[in-house]
């Protein structure tokens, strides 16, 4: 009855709204999108153009339509061609060649070059550009360019996960020419897909095809950016067909996505995963046996179906598919709160202790109902945790001062399992001091797994340390969500990657 | 003329104690433009990395050296640079002051034709049903927070109708009136809604209390039509209050809508000031929040010269 009264309603809502739609004036007639344009949106824009500077996801989702690094890592995240057509590692591992597309232009009409390359990597080496992603690259010894279209690497060191470390935006090659001139981040000249033609931060990107781009043609003429603050209102936009193709953030409004019959969400798991961070230096959780407790006496799955709707899947410390481990086989996946108060009372706290969990509102969007879940879940072991939600930039501060108790967070994860891990998990790492937690196996296994060559006996290695990550505990890793995008159904040709790149919109088409 | 060259000597006062409490405050909060810019991954970077990017930002230097340079800065007209935006602070927050002027003007205009006459039929129709039902309305309109109201409005409009203003890029009124007139119009009765309830409030209990008066009993026995009594001798006295809450609330639009601009992306002044708070860009928070303390001063002042005009009996600056 209420069904048929709405449809009843809504049906009468056609004609008034074409009223409605005049009384608003022109603005209000639903932008028709023209076939040779995309008009995108997203909640959260860019904050600088320097590739080299730049780690907001945002940030790196504009740059990498724009610049190209050597290589890229596909969907199932294996390494292709990007400016390089191919690359050797030597046989000891120590000198990494690559041979440059002759056809890779940068989008001010000048080859890319190997000088290029030489000049793109010594930026990021030095210090004074403050490049968070040096820390990748320290293994780089020299760079010997033998013609313009070949650059050879000699490190210091068997160092195969850089390859992957290359992939990123944050390697990306720049002119020389602007390097010298000191206007890398002022104009935003790559050799990727699309030209920055204008950008008004927080408010609108605007982009044109490359035509020169060794890729080949683009499937539109342009990408246009909106920033709309408010995930709500880019669905509503969506609605009414101003907006072709958004990036969602927030499950709660992606999940409304479907119930449009115009729209059509593409969600994929990705690499980032929640996790709550224990602070290993601080009293109790520097007893194994009360992080292990801890472990035992939290329900993964809940919390993933509670504060995330069930978007997404529980994970160990491996999300990259082809190298994690099946989370049942770790450490206490399978909630065991007698295991817990027993592991409690070994360490001498059967009665429990009170400890405070900090998280940055709004980042990620679920981040208070997965500490307060968390906190309803510890409470049954008598641990009191006290919920301190913060402003991002706060939070980041204490974070990276270790400066808490426990943590929610959303960390961002790599394609390749040492880039993403020695950062936390070796003796020299340089995020030591917020997991403080080390052990020679760790330490030892990654060093291993960064020299170790052969595909079969990396995986070995690194299933082996993620054994025993789950299992000493320093943090308690909950599961990895989706990366949503959402698109009018005439828009083909998007491929979703678990490292959120959006990349192939150079081969969207519009019907 | 002396008052109101006393209340503009002020001004450079309030303005420098503005600047210093923002200055240090903004300081005082934990993260800076490094954390903002690099998130958790500023922690790869090396002491020397660190310094090179505080050096850029403006940041390496002790906050009085700071705020001496800024100051030098200020006395040549000059605002600083815009990190985010890599422009003079100035020119970024003149680009988006005219949409914030124009939103607080069309919503103080819905406020005032809407709330002054439901105000004054409720007052006329004292303790009738219609008085009653002015009054719940009032109610609705200052309880409901805007940020709903404007969710409700797109959604009704995208999900019943299919039609929504143009949202993502803003049209200045002098480059296409009617498509800027398109895109303000629902922001603008989003937050005229809940100051015309205020309004209307205001008006009705002003109202009330002047038509007890005894010129306005007076005034009646002397014949004069109803109408003129209302309108000509009782509202411009009953009109002082509503002057006054008219100014506050304007002066607090003029800071920017954060919550209605958010949500509509429109690029205004209140999202400016959020965006760079959010993005540590010092110089401008500095800039806006002192562009706005001049505002809110300047409409202060505007209201205090207006109920001169309401009332002659107000003398400004008399003891």
Redesign the interface.
């Given at each position: 009855m209420v069904q048929h009264l709405t449809r009843k309603l809504?049906s009468g809502?056609?004609l008034?709204?074409i009223a409605?739609?005049a009384m608003?004036?022109?603005?209000?007639?639903?932008?028709q999108a023209s076939a040779a344009t995309l008009?995108m949106?997203w909640s959260q824009d860019a904050?600088?153009l320097d590739p080299h500077?730049?780690?907001?996801f945002s940030s790196l989702r504009l740059l990498e339509l724009i610049y190209e690094p050597l290589v890229r890592v596909d969907a199932s995240l294996q390494i292709v061609p990007a400016i390089a057509t191919s690359w050797q590692f030597s046989p000891d591992g120590k000198e990494l060649t690559f041979k440059l597309d002759p056809k890779a232009k940068f989008q001010n009409g000048a080859t890319v070059t190997s000088a290029d390359v030489k000049a793109s990597f010594e930026r990021i080496l030095d210090?004074?550009?403050?490049?968070?992603?040096?820390?990748n690259f320290l293994s780089i010894a020299s760079i010997d360019t033998p013609d313009p279209a070949t650059v050879v690497f000699h490190l210091s060191q068997p160092d195969v996960p850089i390859l992957t470390a290359m992939s990123d935006v944050n390697a990306a090659i720049v002119p020389a020419s602007e390097i010298a001139a000191g206007s890398v981040g002022?104009k935003a000249i790559g050799s990727g897909p699309f030209k920055l033609d204008k950008w008004?931060?927080?408010?609108?990107e605007v982009l044109s095809a490359n035509k020169d781009w060794a890729g080949g043609a683009t499937g539109v003429d342009g990408i246009?950016i909106?920033?709309?603050?408010?995930e709500?209102?880019i669905?509503?936009?969506m609605?009414?067909k101003?907006?072709d193709f958004a990036l969602l953030n927030d499950p709660l409004v992606a999940t409304l996505v479907p119930k449009e019959a115009s729209l059509q969400l593409n969600r994929v798991p990705v690499l980032a995963y929640h996790v709550l961070q224990l602070n290993p230096s601080r009293k109790p959780m520097t007893e194994l046996k009360v992080r292990q407790a801890i472990s035992c006496a939290i329900d993964r799955q809940e919390v993933l179906d509670t504060a995330s709707l069930g978007e997404g899947k529980v994970t160990g410390p491996l999300t990259i598919p082809s190298l994690a481990t099946d989370p049942s086989q770790l450490f206490c996946y399978k909630r065991d709160v007698e295991k817990a108060k027993q592991l409690m009372s070994e360490a001498g706290y059967a009665d429990g202790f009170s400890a405070t969990v900090i998280g940055a509102t709004g980042e990620p969007p679920t981040a208070a109902a997965e500490a307060q879940v968390i906190q309803s879940q510890l409470a049954e072991i008598g641990v009191k945790l006290d919920i301190k939600m913060m402003?991002?930039?706060?939070y980041?501060?204490?974070?990276?001062k270790g400066d808490f108790d426990m943590a929610i967070?959303l960390?961002g994860g790599r394609a390749d399992p040492y880039t993403m891990y020695n950062?936390y998990w070796t003796k020299a790492g340089?995020?030591q001091?917020?997991a403080n937690y080390i052990d020679d196996t760790l330490d030892s296994q990654m060093q291993q797994g960064r020299a170790e060559t052969d595909p079969a006996k990396r995986k070995a290695i690194f299933a082996d340390f993620e054994k025993h990550l789950a299992e000493v505990s320093p943090w308690i890793w909950l599961y990895t969500s989706y990366s949503y995008t959402a698109q009018q159904k005439n828009v083909s040709g998007f491929v979703p990657t678990p490292t959120g790149t959006l990349f192939s919109l150079s081969k969207v088409t519009i019907q | 003329m002396t008052y109101l060259l006393r209340r503009l000597a002020v001004f450079p006062l309030v303005l420098i104690g503005v600047s210093i409490v923002v200055f240090v405050a903004i300081r005082m909060?934990?993260?800076?433009a490094?954390?903002?810019?690099?998130?958790?991954?500023?922690?790869?970077?090396?002491p020397?990395?660190?310094e090179?990017?505080a050096a850029?930002f403006g940041i390496d230097q002790p906050w009085f050296v700071q705020y001496g340079r800024w100051l030098a800065g200020l006395l040549h007209g000059n605002l600083g640079i815009s990190s985010?935006?890599?422009k003079p602070v100035l020119d970024v927050i003149l680009e988006r002051f005219p949409l914030t002027l124009e939103l607080a003007l069309l919503s103080m205009i819905i406020a005032l034709v809407v709330g002054v006459p439901a105000g004054v039929f409720a007052a006329t129709h004292n303790e009738k049903f219609s008085d009653l039902g002015v009054r719940v309305a009032a109610m609705i309109g200052q309880s409901t927070p805007n940020f709903v109201l404007a969710?409700l409005i797109?959604?009704t409009?995208?999900?019943?109708?299919?039609?929504?203003?143009?949202?993502?890029?803003?049209?200045p009124l002098w480059q296409d009136p009617?498509?800027?007139?398109?895109?303000l119009?629902?922001p603008a009765i989003t937050l005229g809604f809940a100051f015309a309830a205020s309004v209307t409030r205001v008006s009705r209990s002003a109202m009330l209390d002047v038509l007890s008066d005894d010129y306005v009993r007076t005034a009646r026995s002397k014949g004069v039509s109803a109408r003129g009594v209302i309108w000509r001798h009782a509202l411009p006295n009953a009109l002082i209050p509503v002057v006054t809450l008219s100014g506050i609330e304007f002066g607090y639009l003029l800071g920017g809508a954060v919550i209605v601009e958010?949500?509509?992306?429109l690029?205004g002044l209140g999202?400016?000031v959020l965006?760079a708070i959010?993005?540590?860009d010092y110089a401008l928070v500095q800039g806006c929040v002192l562009f706005i303390a001049f505002n809110f001063m300047i409409v202060n002042l505007l209201v205090d010269l207006t109920y001169v005009a309401l009332d002659p009996r107000i003398r400004l600056g008399e003891q």
């Open positions: 809504l809502m056609a008034p709204g409605l739609a608003l004036g022109i603005a209000a007639v639903p932008v008009h949106a904050t600088g500077k730049q780690t907001a210090e004074k550009t403050g490049a968070a992603a040096r820390a002022t008004d931060p927080n408010a609108k246009e909106s920033v709309l603050p408010d709500t209102a669905l509503a936009a609605r009414t101003q907006i402003e991002l930039n706060v980041v501060d204490a974070w990276l967070a960390n950062r340089n995020l001091k917020v | 909060v934990p993260g800076d490094i954390t903002a810019m690099l998130g958790t991954e500023a922690g790869l970077l090396t020397a990395q660190r090179a990017l850029y985010t935006y890599g969710l797109i959604y409009l995208s999900a019943g109708f299919g039609v929504l203003p143009a949202m993502g890029e803003f049209s009617l498509r800027n007139l398109g895109q119009i629902l958010q949500i509509y992306a690029p999202r400016l965006d959010l993005q540590r």
